[in-house]
């Protein structure tokens, strides 16, 4: 099997992760949004390099016929890297405006993390110091997934009268808010609303 460039492994990693989240692979469409190409057309010429190198097959009379071809228990045996978004960055610190912009995606290997991301899952770079005392640092990158219910100590990614922060979520006696995890910085009570907007699932450490 021939080599791979890192973005054709990119995007290898890609159409492997929906396969196995969705049951079906991307659209050249979806390939070239998630990897901000100009145009099909670039996804396209990614896609049959795949093809030529073997890595990738396309199954007769099948919608969406990309298929990940298994090369054995080698390629088994290789940590299974996949692609998340990143939508900016959250304060780990005093809440600020509401503000996401996309920012390209960070690579993870799924079986060192212990998860299984979904489309629903992003990251979030890490701004300052309030939750150092669970080991998150400014500049991680905060792996969230939404939709999820969080429980009570759960760190989560939230909205709280308006403005966004990372932050553990507590529950006492029916009534939630959020507390740093830094003496230096005070419990967050909601004056008029918390929303989650997820809970963390995992943690990509920055490089020193």
């Known amino acids: ?34 990897f901000r190409f ?5 996804a396209l010429a990614h ?6 190198k073997g890595v990738l097959k ?19 045996r290789r940590p299974r890297v996949v692609s998340v978004p990143i939508y900016g960055s959250i304060p780990a610190g005093r809440p600020e405006d509401a503000a996401q912009e996309a920012e390209g995606c960070v690579l993870m290997d799924v079986e060192t993390l212990g998860i299984r991301p979904t489309a629903r899952t992003f990251g979030l770079q890490v701004r300052g110091d309030s939750m150092i005392g669970k080991h998150i640092t400014d500049g991680d990158i905060a792996i969230i997934e939404h939709g999820v219910q969080p429980r009570s100590g759960d760190v989560v990614a939230a909205l709280i009268d308006g ?36 809970v963390m699932v995992a943690l990509v450490r920055k490089r020193k």
């Not at 890192?6 to 050249?28: C, H, K, N, W, Y």
């Not at 100009?38 to 670039?42: E, G, P, R």
């Not at 979520?169 to 004056?191: C, M, S, T, W």
Request: charged share 25%; no cysteine; glycine share 4%.
């Open 1 to 34: 099997m021939k080599t791979l460039t890192e973005r054709q492994q990119e995007i290898l990693d890609f159409i492997r992760q929906r396969q196995e989240s969705e049951g079906m692979a991307p659209t050249l469409r979806e390939v070239a949004t998630h």
């Open 38 to 42: 100009s145009s099909v057309n670039a």
């Open 58 to 76: 396309r199954v007769p009379r099948r919608a969406r016929s990309l298929q990940v071809v298994d090369a054995g228990p080698s390629a088994r």
């Open 47 to 52: 896609v049959q390099a795949l093809l030529a």
């Open 163 to 198: 403005q966004v922060t990372l932050k553990t979520f507590v529950l006492q006696r029916g009534k939630p808010y959020l507390r740093a995890e830094n003496p230096r910085y005070p419990d967050l009570i909601p004056q008029e609303e918390l929303q989650i907007q997820g």
